[in-house]
């Protein structure tokens, strides 16, 4: 099943992906690849129905685990389901992510 909707650049969305082209020309992220190879390039951009919605804190830290939460989501195609407390769900990712490195 596939949970993202994908949208090539073009509409709304075009002028943001004109600006991270942009950003890589000026990284000079195009110098490792072939000539004529920026022009076929196409930038997409992925609607998530169901990410991983962090609750507001100051104090907490939790931004980078929801970012990680997240990126697994990304990678693996399956939603991060959080049947718990946010606090909760956020020490247990962290003990995951400890035990992977």
Same mark, same amino acid.
């Given at each position: 099943?596939? /949970?993202?909707?994908? /949208?090539?650049?073009?509409?709304?969305?075009?002028?943001?992906?004109?600006?991270?082209?942009?950003?890589?020309?000026? %990284?000079?992220?195009?110098?490792?690849?072939?000539?004529?190879?920026?022009?076929?390039?196409?930038?997409?951009? %992925?609607?998530?129905?169901?990410?991983?919605?962090?609750?507001?804190?100051?104090?907490?830290?939790?931004?980078?685990?929801?970012?990680?939460?997240?990126?697994?989501?990304?990678?693996?195609?399956?939603?991060?389901?959080i049947s718990m407390a946010h606090r909760d769900a956020v020490f247990l990712y962290r003990h995951k992510m400890t035990? %992977? %490195?």
């Amino acid at each position: 099943m596939d /949970y993202f909707s994908q /949208y090539l650049t073009g509409g709304e969305f075009k002028s943001f992906g004109d600006s991270i082209i942009s950003e890589l020309d000026a %990284i000079k992220y195009w110098n490792d690849f072939p000539i004529g190879h920026k022009d076929k390039a196409k930038v997409e951009f %992925i609607d998530v129905v169901d990410a991983p919605q962090q609750e507001y804190s100051l104090d907490r830290g939790d931004c980078g685990v929801f970012v990680c939460m997240f990126m697994e989501m990304i990678v693996s195609g399956v939603p991060v389901k959080i049947s718990m407390a946010h606090r909760d769900a956020v020490f247990l990712y962290r003990h995951k992510m400890t035990n %992977i %490195i």
